[in-house]
């Protein structure tokens, strides 16, 4: 055992706090987060020492030291690079936002905005009108508003034009969203009687007009974006839907989900349906995400006929579910992009990671993989490059995939291969990959900054940058 002479050679609090290095700590961190780390640290120490261990240099002591206050001030909301091959991921926050909504946002934090006054009139305006001529512009609706996300769209159109009615739904539309958010238990929170008509795989025009009665307030068509039923099936489309509404005096709501504003397949991609199709086949109101294939930040847009979105503005709700000045700056730049669709996939991130092509990832794996194999080989890791396929994410397209490039990591057992998962999530830019197949797959779809890249692996495996 140590005596209390090997304690006395440790520093004070105050000695610590002095000196220069911590003083660095104390002024991004402030004094008293720094003095209660440094107090739990020579704890520690304290502890050990009297355990048998021996007291550390004053450069070790203060490495542990930085790395208790570093580690505690970090947050895990931190960037980090997408390899899942997922580009849109729910976890890892979905659409990367353009420069032009990035610059757009931080011009809205920084200073005053007129998110609700009328410059012309110097009277109170509308925080919607930001977006409202731009919706309608690129939709063709009537008119337009905006809420915090998609599910919130839903639950305020339905409550809005639907409360203590009935809203017939297919069976096949019953979906189930992230996070066990199921469109049954959205509509019952919206007041309305849920009408359900069809069968799972197949729904006729006759399923739905024959429910039809003076209770009812509307029909709901939900866009099935995050699953497909495939083989003997049928659906009623919108525009039929339309008519039996309009017929029946009756709204049609049609829920896109993860709704786009192009047709995807002039980019390559798998075909979606389009808001300006869905507003044009006559849905009275249509809904759609913000974050997901359009792009911009998380939001749920509502467009449609005017006197119905004036009474959705009208619901107390709309205040609890209304977007911030942040927001709309970003969604206002987002959407401007859609008016030069000749550049778009050159600035929306969302669409140019969709739209590589497999032999710029492929060429990418080609010069990262020998440098990814020296940093990982001493400690038993195989890397080489495999063609492997990436998806859309968030809901959207959910059996259709992209050809892309991955760098495959092969170990010895699947411990080996998540205690290297573990270390990953610990760099300081955390990197996150898929295993599959008993190897790890880092996909580089998403992967923009190669140099970045390495250097957070180089630091995690202890390895220097030539």
């Known amino acids: 055992m140590h005596g209390s002479a090997d304690l006395r050679a440790l520093p004070s609090v105050d000695q610590m706090l002095n000196s220069p290095a911590v003083a660095v ?48 001030g970090r947050t895990n909301l931190r960037p980090l690079f997408n390899l899942t091959g997922t580009v849109l991921h729910t976890n890892l926050g979905r659409a990367l936002l353009a420069e032009e909504a990035i610059a757009a946002a931080m011009d809205a934090m920084r200073d005053a905005a007129a998110l609700e006054f009328d410059l012309d009139t110097g009277r109170r305006g509308e925080r919607d009108s930001h977006l409202r001529t731009l919706l309608c512009e690129l939709t063709g609706a009537e008119d337009a508003t905006v809420v ?35 469109m049954p238990d959205i509509m019952e929170r919206a007041g309305v009687q849920l009408i359900e008509v ?60 993860s709704g786009t504003l192009v ?37 749920g847009f509502i467009v449609g006929r005017r006197e119905l ?4 503005n009208r619901n107390p709700l709309k205040r609890a579910l209304r977007v911030d000045k942040i927001r709309i700056a970003a969604l206002e730049a ?3 992009l859609y008016r030069d669709p000749d550049r778009l996939a050159a600035r929306l991130p969302t669409l140019r990671l969709l ?40 809901g959207a397209l959910p059996v259709d995939t ?45 992967l923009a900054d190669e140099q970045s890249f390495l250097e957070s692996l180089a630091e995690g495996t202890g390895h220097a940058m030539a």
């Open 25 to 72: 700590l104390v002024e991004k961190h402030g004094r008293r987060a720094v003095t209660a780390d440094l107090r739990a640290a020579l704890s520690d120490i304290r502890a050990e020492v009297k355990a048998g261990g021996a007291v550390p240099r004053p450069e070790d002591l203060l490495a542990s030291l930085i790395s208790r206050v570093e580690y505690r």
């Open 148 to 182: 915090n996300n998609n599910a919130g769209a839903v639950l305020i159109c339905l409550n809005t034009i639907g409360a203590g009615r009935q809203a017939i739904v297919s069976r096949g539309e019953l979906i189930e969203i992230g996070g066990a958010f199921r």
């Open 198 to 257: 069809g069968t799972t795989n197949r729904t006729h025009p006759k399923d739905y007009a024959k429910v039809i009665g003076p209770d009812t307030g509307l029909i709901l068509k939900v866009h099935t974006s995050n699953y497909r039923i495939e083989g003997f099936t049928a659906e009623v489309d919108g525009s039929q839907l339309a008519k039996i509404a309009h017929d029946a005096g009756i709204a049609l709501l049609n829920d896109l989900g």
């Open 263 to 299: 047709d995807l397949a002039s980019y390559g991609l798998a075909r979606e349906p389009t808001v300006r199709e869905a507003v044009a086949e006559g849905a009275d109101l249509v809904t759609f995400s913000g974050d997901k294939l359009l792009g911009g930040p998380q939001a």
């Open 309 to 312: 979105i004036a009474e959705i």
């Open 334 to 336: 987002t959407l401007k």
């Open 355 to 394: 739209t590589r092509k497999q032999s710029e990832i492929m060429a990418q794996a080609e010069r990262l993989q020998p440098k990814v194999t020296s940093m990982l080989r001493s400690r038993g890791y195989d890397v080489d490059i495999c063609g492997c396929l990436s998806q859309i994410g968030s």
């Open 402 to 446: 992209i050809p892309s490039a991955a760098l495959r990591i092969a170990a010895s057992s699947g411990t080996a291969l998540e205690e290297l998962a573990a270390l990953f999530r610990t760099l300081p830019r955390p990197i996150i990959g898929r295993i599959q197949s008993g190897c790890m797959l880092l996909d580089l779809r998403c």
